[in-house]
Structures are given as structure tokens and as C-alpha cells.
């Protein structure tokens, strides 16, 4: 997974950097919401963490200034000094996604941040009721993928897996997020094929094949 995080406490950042890049994600770092925005046409994030000091990354303007620059589908964590019911809902109104406060635990921002990408790969999904790539078509409403017009029989999660991937097209996914984005976190999947293997990532361009 790819994450912005847009934060200028040191601690904080060298905090996020440890968590997120021991769960196999890679994370970017912007001590100002204007260098994100430059960045945004480049590449591809799959969540932005807004850190919890600055009034340029964690305020209500700051992040309702964001959102209008970001894609609708980005999920927007906030970080909290204090856990005050009128901050939160102060962010969540301006376009924060969800919020948490200190002090922070890394398994429970992990979590947060794999319920919110999988409701944004799967909601943009059904927003879509036919996605089309080469000659590769999906019906997201009957869960059904077509080849040259032929049905593929797939089982319910080779069919997650498989709109995971066509939504992330030309990005590297790593096994641990494949296998939490598709299964979930904390459960055992029957052993993955041969190309799901530990040591490498999948880098996967439909081509009708």
C-alpha cells in the first residue's frame, strides 16, 4: 500500500515510517499539504494519515482544503492531540474519513487504515456496474468477470482478488496487502499460488491474457 503522510513532528513521522513500513507499506512523508498536492499527479496514494500537529496538516480548513485536491476514493486519516468529541467531529465534516487520537497504537491504525482502502476498492467498484480493461470485462453487480467475452469460473475470493488488482493496475502490491485486503487481517488463507510467494510483489497490467 501506498501512504502519504503529511505531518511535522519528527517523532511523529519517524513513529508512522516504523509502523506502516513493518506492515510492508511505503510510506511518503510531506511536512506541507501544497508539496502533496504537487506530488498527487505523479503517483497513486491509497491513504493519507494527517498528522496531529500544524495547522497546515490536522485542522478543519487544512483538510477541507485537501479534499478538493484529492481523488474522492482517497481515504483521510486524522491524528489527534486529544480524543474531544467536537474535534473529531470538526474533521469528519471537513472531509476526514476517520480520526485517532493519542495516544496512537499501531495495530489499531493498521486496522483503520485496511477498513477504509477496502471500502474505497470495493465501493468504487460498485459505483461501476461494468469495469473494462482489454479484454477483460467486469460485472461488479452479478460478481462476474468475462475473457473475449467468455465467463471465467472463479470462486468468490479469486473474484476479490481479482478486482483488487484491475483497480490497482500498474502499482506493486505486496503479498501481506493482497492477502489483507482480500481475506482480512488476523485470518489464515489456504496456501497461495506460487506467484503470491513471500519474497516478491505482484506488478499486474491487464493485457487481455
Keep these: 500500500m501506498n501512504i502519504a503522510v503529511l505531518d511535522c513532528d519528527t517523532r511523529e513521522v519517524h513513529w508512522l515510517e516504523r509502523a506502516f513500513s513493518a506492515a510492508g507499506h511505503t510510506v511518503t512523508v510531506f511536512t ?39 481523488k474522492s476514493d482517497i481515504p483521510v486519516i486524522c491524528l489527534l492531540k486529544d480524543d474531544v468529541e467536537a474535534d473529531v467531529a470538526a474533521m469528519l465534516d ?23 482502502t477496502r471500502r474505497s476498492i470495493y465501493g468504487k467498484a460498485r459505483h461501476e456496474d461494468v469495469i473494462e480493461l482489454g479484454a477483460l470485462r467486469i460485472d461488479t453487480r452479478n460478481r462476474l468477470i468475462f475473457r473475449d467475452g467468455e465467463r471465467l469460473t472463479l ?50 497490467r491487464p493485457e487481455g491474457r
Design 32 to 70: 506541507a499539504s501544497s508539496a502533496l498536492v504537487r506530488e498527487l499527479p505523479r503517483t497513486d496514494f491509497d491513504v493519507v494519515i494527517a498528522g496531529s500537529t500544524g495547522p497546515d496538516t490536522c485542522s478543519p480548513r487544512g483538510i477541507a482544503e485537501l479534499r478538493t485536491q484529492l
Design 94 to 116: 471537513a472531509g476526514a474519513d476517520d480520526c485517532l487520537a493519542k495516544p496512537f497504537r499501531s495495530l489499531e491504525l493498521l486496522a483503520r487504515v485496511a477498513a477504509l
Design 155 to 204: 470462486t468468490p475470493k479469486t473474484y476479490d482478488l481479482a478486482v483488487l488488482l484491475l483497480t490497482h493496475t500498474g502499482q506493486l502490491l505486496t503479498r501481506g496487502f493482497l492477502l489483507e485486503q482480500v481475506w482480512g487481517r488476523g485470518v489464515i488463507p489456504p496456501p497461495p499460488p506460487a506467484w503470491m510467494s513471500p519474497d516478491i510483489c505482484c506488478h499486474w
